[in-house]
């Protein structure tokens, strides 16, 4: 580039309206986990509020083998804790996934239709199942009804010792 060309080119940008875009931070909490092997994450859009992602645990995934396809309920469903919600086919068997706490999805995850294997690369980011919105109670409940990741890891080690024996 010339020198003119520099000088021009750095005149124009400094003329150009400047745009600020303002990203809405999403913050991702502890996550908890069912002895069924159901994990559950509140999300963070706002400090208030009590919208979750739900989905299996990577021994979950592990256990079933390859997951071919996913039956995700309608948004709007309501489901109490312990209620099936949803239905994983793999090569193995056939699945069931149960509600860690009481709520209605909000959203299920699109991507699964297509791509049901994201469950198995992914089972935290991207393989997740639906999104929820739990009440208040549920929300203050969860840390003492379900395992966090440590007592959920000891959990699968003395499951795996007693399906060794």
């Not at 080119?9 to 159901?38: G, M, S």
């Not at 996934?97 to 991507?111: F, H, Q, R």
Request: aromatic share 10%; charged share 30%; glycine share 4%.
């Amino acid at each position: 580039m010339s020198t003119l060309s520099t000088f021009l080119f750095r005149r124009t940008i400094q003329y150009l309206p400047r745009r600020h875009i303002h990203l809405t931070k999403c913050v991702y909490h502890e996550r908890y986990y069912t002895k069924k092997h159901e994990w559950i994450q509140l999300i963070d859009l706002n400090k208030k509020s009590n919208e979750v992602r739900v989905g299996i645990s990577d021994y979950a995934q592990r256990a079933l083998g390859d997951v071919v396809y996913c039956e995700l309920p309608a948004i709007g469903t309501k489901f109490k804790r312990d209620d099936t919600f949803a239905t994983l086919e793999s090569v193995k068997a056939v699945s069931d996934c149960y509600m860690p706490l009481n709520g209605e999805v909000t959203g299920v995850n699109e991507k699964l239709k297509n791509e049901a294997d994201l469950i198995n690369k992914s089972p935290y980011e991207n393989g997740w199942l639906i999104q929820a919105i739990i009440d208040e109670k549920a929300k203050k409940d969860m840390a003492t009804t379900l395992m966090n990741e440590n007592q959920y890891n000891q959990f699968v080690e003395t499951t795996k010792e007693s399906t060794d024996h």
